[in-house]
């Protein structure tokens, strides 16, 4: 029993470890967020596409919401207000609860989260790309999500003071979702804990 859960738990860490990428594309000191103990974020899904060949999210909306509409008449439109709804209800969440159960679990006094217009700097989490994966049973892939990470004075937009790339964070858990929208969830939960592990490494060190 001791062994299968071993194996449990190590094919849990190795699916949520498994292939993110994170790289810093302007920038590079992180020291500005020293002492900073609140950090306002915004999330931006303004020019995202989605899956491989790249689909708008008009496109893919309008797509999946027709053959949902052919399967149930009312599904489909049901289904878009839960697209959109999701960002809020499960992406952000997510993102944030892993940011912040990091920080607070190593001790740095710093909290990032929405609407905290008197942070002096904005964490602005842009996503560019969105795979949701599958689940059907006898066949799942689990969802990757790529976001543009970028810090900037949140007087001051156009100040970017550091800008970073996460790649395809995978998102999926050890049984496996049938919901396309939990799946990007999980995507967004890897890629905060990523950016922690990044700023306890330059930031917080």
Known sequence: MKKQITFILALTITIFSFGQKMKVQKGGDFSFLKGQKEINVEFVYDNMTIYNDNKTNEEYMKERSAKLEEKSRGVGKAWEKKWIASRELVYA????????????KEKIDAFFFQDLTEAKYTLIVETVWIYPGYN?????????VSTILKFVETANRDKVLLEITADKAPGDSYMGSFSNEDRIGEGYAK????????????AYK
Do not use: I
């Open 93 to 104: 969440p997510k993102f944030l609860e892993l940011v912040n159960r990091y920080l607070k």
């Open 136 to 144: 059907v049973g006898v066949m799942k892939k689990g969802a990757k």
């Open 191 to 202: 890629t905060g804990k990523s950016l922690v592990g990044l700023l306890l490494k330059k």
